[in-house]
């Protein structure tokens, strides 16, 4: 049975998403982007930063490095650029990953303790899981800041992967 959306792929357009959506709040100003809009993490910029901590925590993980991170709010750049810059070298990076995975490894055992300081919680997972699990995760909270970007009076950008598909180009789709 073939995957509705290889890793490749969710990769790829995780990386376009994340672009329109940065894109999209470049036309927010940074007073807009940090109110709390009563979301899980308050704040446009604090998911955004929530976004990019669990992919680094995937990442520590993925690497067999011990995860250095001990709360999922941490805000991890208070400046909207960094932030930007970051999640995108980020996102580049779990593309790298995924291309030159060996899809053998896709059904190993990844292993992890959950993050918290006082967490006990413990996890062994097939990879495969592991990364629909972080994948699933952005797209969550994306909507989220696909939502409240609405609620600050700006238009969101169309997400949509038929539109990642057909390649579309449009306002929200120019690189920083």
Avoid at 97 to 102: N, Q, S, T, V
Wanted: glycine share 6%; hydrophobic share 40%; with cysteine.
């Amino acid at each position: 049975m073939h995957p509705l959306l290889d890793l490749v792929t969710a990769a790829e357009y995780n990386a376009w998403a994340n672009a329109r959506v940065y894109n999209a709040l470049r036309d927010l100003g940074d007073a807009a982007r940090k109110e709390d809009r009563r979301a899980f993490f308050g704040s446009i910029h604090n998911t955004m930063n929530h976004i990019l901590l669990a992919d680094l925590i995937y990442r520590e993980r993925l690497e067999g490095k011990p995860t250095t991170f001990t709360r999922l709010d941490e805000v991890l750049h208070d400046g909207f650029a960094e932030l930007e810059a970051a999640h995108r070298a980020n996102d580049a990076w779990y593309i790298g990953f995924c291309r030159a995975l060996d899809p053998a490894r896709l059904e190993g055992i990844l292993s992890f303790r959950a993050v918290g300081m006082d967490s006990e919680e413990f996890f062994s997972l097939p990879l495969r899981l592991c990364l629909t699990n972080l994948f699933q995760h952005q797209i969550h909270h994306r909507g989220q800041v696909h939502h409240m970007i609405s609620h600050a009076g700006a238009p969101p950008p169309p997400l949509d992967v038929v539109k990642f598909g057909r390649g579309d180009r449009d306002r929200w789709s120019d690189a920083a």
